[in-house]
């Protein structure tokens, strides 16, 4: 049996505004009128803040490219001197070098452990623990980066951390986790994986919730069953997710600067200096605050160049019901 | 009243709802202006003197007794302090400097050695005037602060500091560990070779869970002081001509006098210096025999409770580590210190800190004196009650201050400068912030690999100091 639920009827706009005189309903164009103004004074504090802490600041940073600037001194005009520089710059070309090699490797742990994890909370646990874990995994990134990165320390420093104890008890010789090259970016990975991958988890949970059950029923009657069924069905279906994901993913992590700057200051040499920790260092430690603009500008470009690249290469491999 | 006589409640309509939202969010802002502001900062928006210190609300706080006191010398005078709180000090410039460009810098701000000549050179307001007039009242001072000093806050032959307190790269030892390890007290003049045999001793008596060296990468304790003990440094030092206004006036007679000058200069990067490569090899050798760590990055903030926790037999520090040791429960028995080992000198590193009056200074005046008040012995003694750092005045270095908390060799610390007269500040010219990041950057992969790795770290320390030292000459 079907029931109808009678749909209500949208009210008809007037062709034309109403006449001097008529009375001031939603249907006139002065209730248009005031509805427009209302819209604007609910979007104006969006607005606003957009503009003044978003837009103002972008324009402000991409004109102090083109100036010399210290803060105490009288900005210079210095053309694209700031941009060649940076160029130039060998620290400025390994950081950025650095950035993009964490970005690949971190957003791939990151979203292949969300993605593994979700599927498992999914479908084996019972509902009380997928709560739990649900919980569990986001926790981390309600924490503060760097109050993490300073307990990370203590936990992986050389002589006396906790790590190295336990692999002590396995008879393993304690690793220099934070002064080699090596050993820094790994923990760095690992620190950053650890505390985002919470987000990308609960983004493939919403995605794999989002599948019918009928399509994986349908698929079980064709034989794909296990690994056959995740690879032809959840991979694909889950592919706006994916892209969702990736995209936050590689953006957060290439402004990756609170774990590198307090686990190991960008160290050793320059092996964990990341773009924006050389904005940081260039503006607030030199001064050098048109340089850091450039540098800005520079990753703004990367991001967007990255972005517009994976929302081009999603009309390939994104499947939408 | 509809509701009331209905006995209903009245209904709350989307609008009011929304009014009241907007009520709300005006009343909240309306109250927290001064924050939103910056209006309610300590000295914003009257004519108090701001003082800006590194530290916490409790440091501000623990400065209340002096600031009443100066305020029943002045009561024309009304101070502020703003404890800022940083990292280290390079944060804590960076922080002052954002105040800056924001248009609200303090009057008067505790510098340290590090942004010494970054302050002179662009933000600070020399003492020469206010020194040269006063000249009779502080002669007191000068002649209970030693003129190494004095001499670390000279800038192109200006004075823009008056040293408060101060701490040189010293010798911790644990004598636990000494003792353990069948080791005397090290002699004064013990040198590096006699310092690695005491780590290889130390380390033979305990195999695990104990480092005999250890120590940071930063430009205080670090690679510095074996470099200055090796007489070089990182950066080519040179002295600036003038400040004769200063040393005839005030150390005429010190028998150091004609080692004075203008100030530190640090023009040049010098990592290519080959007692630079020695000296680097030296620490790469205790590294690699497991008598030192890789240098920790960062402030070091877990040395005293690992020190404390006799895990660590050695360590540079200054006079800023007693009360902290104290607190962490040792004995004043159960660690001393030494003088930092010999190698071709036995010159030290030191740091120190003094108020510098900044150019935008409401009242410069007013600045003057209250820095002429904090040099005071009575305003010392109220500000630093505690061993937490060594104070400038050689007087006040005496038994009491170390009474119960030790260590028994505390003279040293103030001997520091009257024995080895040539002792020097931080290498730290206006482009600190720059020239310690290509420091740091580089210790770390100099000590921990081949003798290939460490040659390849100090060529790029000295391209990176190159650059450093070019960007903002």
Same mark, same amino acid.
């Given at each position: 049996?079907?029931?109808?639920?009678?749909?209500?009827?949208?009210?008809?706009?007037?062709?034309?505004?109403?006449?001097?005189?008529?009375?001031?309903?939603?249907?006139?164009?002065?209730?248009?009128?005031?509805?427009?103004?209302?819209?604007?004074?609910?979007?104006?504090?969006?607005?606003?803040?957009?503009?003044?802490?978003?837009?103002?600041?972008?324009?402000?940073?991409?004109?102090?490219?083109?100036?010399?600037?210290?803060?105490?001194?009288?900005?210079?005009?210095?053309?694209?001197?700031?941009?060649?520089?940076?160029?130039?710059?060998?620290?400025?070309?390994?950081?950025?070098?650095?950035?993009?090699?964490?970005?690949?490797?971190?957003?791939?742990?990151?979203?292949?452990?969300?993605? #593994?994890?979700?599927?498992?909370?999914?479908?084996?646990?019972?509902?009380?623990?997928?709560?739990?874990?649900?919980?569990?995994?986001?926790?981390?990134? @309600?924490?503060?980066?760097?109050?993490?990165?300073?307990?990370?320390?203590?936990?992986?420093?050389?002589?006396?951390?906790?790590?190295?104890?336990?692999?002590?008890?396995?008879?393993?010789?304690?690793?220099?986790?934070?002064?080699?090259?090596?050993?820094?970016? #790994?923990?760095? @990975?690992?620190?950053?994986?650890?505390?985002?991958?919470?987000?990308?988890?609960?983004?493939?949970?919403?995605?794999?919730?989002?599948?019918?059950?009928?399509?994986?029923?349908?698929?079980?009657?064709?034989? #794909?069953?296990?690994?056959?069924?995740?690879?032809?069905?959840?991979?694909?279906?889950?592919?706006?997710?994916?892209?969702?994901?990736?995209?936050?993913?590689?953006?957060?992590?290439?402004?990756?600067?609170?774990?590198?700057?307090?686990?190991?200051?960008?160290?050793?040499?320059?092996?964990?200096?990341?773009?924006?920790?050389?904005?940081?260092?260039?503006?607030?430690?030199?001064?050098?605050?048109?340089?850091?603009?450039? @540098?800005?500008?520079?990753?703004?470009? @990367?991001?967007?160049?990255?972005?517009?690249?994976?929302?081009?290469?999603?009309?390939?491999?994104?499947?939408?019901? | 009243?509809?509701?009331?006589?209905?006995?209903?409640?009245?209904?709350?309509?989307?609008?009011?709802?929304?009014?009241?939202?907007?009520?709300?969010?005006?009343?909240?802002?309306?109250?927290?202006?001064?924050?939103?502001?910056?209006?309610?900062?300590?000295?914003?928006?009257?004519?108090?003197?701001?003082?800006?210190?590194?530290?916490?609300?409790?440091?501000?706080?623990?400065?209340?007794?002096?600031?009443?006191?100066?305020?029943?010398?002045?009561?024309?005078?009304?101070?502020?302090?703003?404890?800022?709180?940083?990292?280290?000090?390079?944060?804590?410039?960076?922080?002052?400097?954002?105040?800056?460009?924001?248009?609200?810098?303090?009057? +008067? +701000?505790?510098?340290?050695?590090?942004?010494?000549?970054?302050?002179?050179?662009?933000?600070?307001?020399?003492?020469?005037?206010?020194?040269?007039?006063?000249?009779?009242?502080?002669?007191?001072?000068?002649?209970?602060?030693?003129?190494?000093?004095?001499?670390?806050?000279?800038?192109?032959?200006?004075?823009?500091?008056?040293?408060?307190?101060?701490?040189?790269?010293?010798?911790?030892?644990?004598?636990?560990?000494?003792?353990?390890?069948?080791?005397?007290?090290?002699?004064?003049?013990?040198?590096?070779?006699?310092?690695?045999?005491?780590?290889?001793?130390?380390?033979?008596?305990?195999?695990?869970?104990?480092?005999?060296?250890?120590?940071?990468?930063?430009?205080?304790?670090?690679?510095?002081?074996?470099?200055?003990?090796?007489?070089?440094?990182?950066?080519?030092?040179?002295?600036?001509?003038?400040?004769?206004?200063?040393?005839?006036?005030?150390?005429?007679?010190?028998?150091?006098?004609?080692?004075?000058?203008?100030?530190?200069?640090?023009?040049?990067?010098?990592?290519?210096?080959?007692?630079?490569?020695?000296?680097?090899?030296?620490?790469?050798?205790?590294?690699?025999?497991?008598?030192?760590?890789?240098?920790?990055?960062?402030?070091?903030?877990?040395?005293?409770?690992?020190?404390?926790?006799?895990?660590?037999?050695?360590?540079?520090?200054?006079?800023?580590?007693?009360?902290?040791?104290?607190?962490?429960?040792?004995?004043?028995?159960?660690?001393?210190?030494?003088?930092?080992?010999?190698?071709?000198?036995?010159?030290?590193?030191?740091?120190?800190?003094?108020?510098?009056?900044?150019?935008?200074?409401?009242?410069?005046?007013?600045?003057?004196?209250?820095?002429?008040?904090?040099?005071?012995?009575?305003?010392?003694?109220?500000?630093?009650?505690?061993?937490?750092?060594?104070?400038?005045?050689?007087?006040?270095?005496?038994?009491?201050?170390?009474?119960?908390?030790?260590?028994?060799?505390?003279?040293?610390?103030?001997?520091?400068?009257?024995?080895?007269?040539?002792?020097?500040?931080?290498?730290?010219?206006?482009?600190?912030?720059? +020239?310690?990041?290509?420091?740091?950057?580089?210790?770390?992969?100099? +000590?921990?690999?081949?003798?290939?790795?460490?040659?390849?770290?100090?060529?790029?320390?000295?391209?990176?100091?190159?650059?450093?030292?070019?960007?903002?000459?």
């Amino acid at each position: 049996m079907s029931t109808t639920i009678p749909r209500r009827e949208r009210p008809k706009q007037p062709a034309k505004a109403a006449k001097p005189g008529t009375p001031a309903t939603s249907q006139t164009a002065y209730g248009r009128h005031s509805q427009r103004w209302l819209a604007w004074i609910f979007l104006a504090p969006t607005i606003l803040g957009m503009g003044l802490f978003t837009l103002v600041p972008i324009a402000a940073s991409v004109v102090l490219a083109f100036f010399r600037w210290d803060i105490i001194s009288a900005p210079t005009f210095v053309g694209f001197d700031n941009f060649a520089e940076v160029v130039q710059d060998p620290t400025v070309r390994v950081s950025f070098l650095n950035t993009i090699a964490f970005v690949i490797v971190a957003v791939a742990l990151q979203l292949g452990l969300a993605l #593994a994890l979700a599927v498992m909370v999914q479908e084996k646990m019972p509902a009380w623990l997928r709560t739990f874990f649900r919980s569990a995994f986001f926790f981390p990134l @309600i924490l503060s980066a760097a109050s993490v990165s300073i307990f990370m320390r203590y936990l992986f420093n050389e002589q006396f951390g906790v790590v190295n104890w336990f692999l002590s008890l396995a008879g393993i010789p304690a690793v220099p986790w934070l002064t080699t090259p090596g050993g820094s970016a #790994a923990v760095v @990975i690992l620190v950053y994986v650890w505390q985002n991958f919470g987000f990308s988890f609960l983004l493939f949970i919403g995605g794999l919730a989002s599948i019918p059950v009928e399509t994986y029923e349908a698929a079980a009657l064709d034989g #794909a069953t296990g690994w056959r069924k995740h690879v032809y069905v959840t991979l694909p279906l889950l592919s706006p997710t994916t892209l969702l994901a990736s995209v936050m993913a590689i953006i957060s992590a290439l402004q990756v600067f609170d774990q590198t700057y307090v686990l190991t200051r960008g160290g050793p040499g320059d092996s964990t200096r990341t773009a924006v920790m050389v904005i940081f260092e260039s503006a607030f430690q030199r001064l050098e605050f048109g340089e850091a603009s450039a @540098i800005g500008v520079i990753l703004t470009l @990367i991001i967007m160049a990255i972005t517009a690249a994976q929302f081009r290469l999603s009309k390939r491999f994104v499947f939408y019901q | 009243m509809t509701g009331a006589t209905t006995g209903r409640l009245r209904e709350i309509t989307r609008r009011t709802a929304l009014g009241a939202l907007g009520a709300g969010i005006v009343g909240a802002t309306v109250a927290s202006w001064p924050r939103l502001s910056g209006s309610d900062i300590p000295g914003r928006g009257d004519n108090s003197l701001s003082i800006a210190i590194m530290g916490t609300a409790a440091d501000a706080a623990a400065r209340q007794r002096a600031i009443d006191a100066f305020t029943r010398l002045h009561p024309d005078i009304r101070v502020k302090v703003q404890a800022i709180q940083a990292v280290d000090w390079k944060d804590f410039f960076t922080k002052i400097l954002t105040m800056v460009a924001a248009g609200t810098p303090p009057d +008067v +701000v505790y510098v340290a050695t590090e942004g010494a000549q970054l302050f002179a050179d662009k933000l600070a307001h020399p003492l020469d005037e206010y020194l040269r007039r006063d000249a009779a009242d502080m002669a007191e001072f000068f002649a209970d602060v030693h003129p190494s000093l004095v001499e670390a806050f000279m800038y192109k032959g200006s004075l823009f500091q008056l040293p408060m307190d101060w701490n040189a790269a010293n010798m911790y030892y644990n004598t636990t560990a000494f003792a353990q390890a069948g080791l005397e007290r090290p002699a004064d003049d013990w040198t590096h070779v006699d310092f690695r045999n005491s780590l290889a001793a130390m380390r033979k008596a305990r195999p695990t869970d104990f480092t005999p060296y250890y120590w940071t990468n930063r430009l205080f304790g670090g690679v510095v002081p074996w470099l200055y003990a090796n007489d070089t440094s990182f950066l080519k030092e040179t002295r600036s001509t003038g400040g004769d206004w200063l040393w005839d006036s005030f150390y005429a007679n010190d028998p150091s006098r004609n080692l004075r000058s203008g100030g530190y200069q640090w023009l040049e990067p010098n990592a290519d210096d080959p007692r630079v490569f020695e000296t680097f090899d030296y620490l790469r050798g205790l590294v690699k025999d497991g008598l030192g760590v890789r240098p920790e990055e960062g402030g070091g903030s877990s040395l005293v409770g690992l020190f404390a926790s006799n895990r660590i037999g050695t360590t540079p520090a200054g006079g800023y580590w007693v009360q902290g040791l104290h607190e962490a429960g040792m004995k004043e028995n159960d660690y001393d210190v030494a003088f930092f080992p010999k190698w071709r000198s036995q010159r030290h590193q030191f740091g120190t800190a003094g108020y510098a009056i900044m150019k935008t200074a409401k009242d410069k005046d007013a600045a003057w004196e209250w820095i002429k008040f904090s040099a005071s012995r009575e305003a010392m003694e109220l500000i630093f009650p505690n061993p937490v750092t060594t104070p400038a005045r050689r007087s006040m270095v005496n038994e009491a201050l170390y009474s119960g908390k030790g260590p028994a060799h505390w003279k040293v610390f103030y001997d520091t400068l009257d024995k080895y007269p040539t002792t020097g500040p931080i290498p730290a010219p206006p482009q600190q912030a720059a +020239v310690e990041t290509a420091l740091m950057k580089n210790v770390s992969l100099a +000590v921990s690999g081949d003798e290939r790795q460490l040659k390849q770290a100090l060529e790029s320390m000295q391209r990176d100091l190159e650059l450093a030292l070019r960007r903002q000459s």
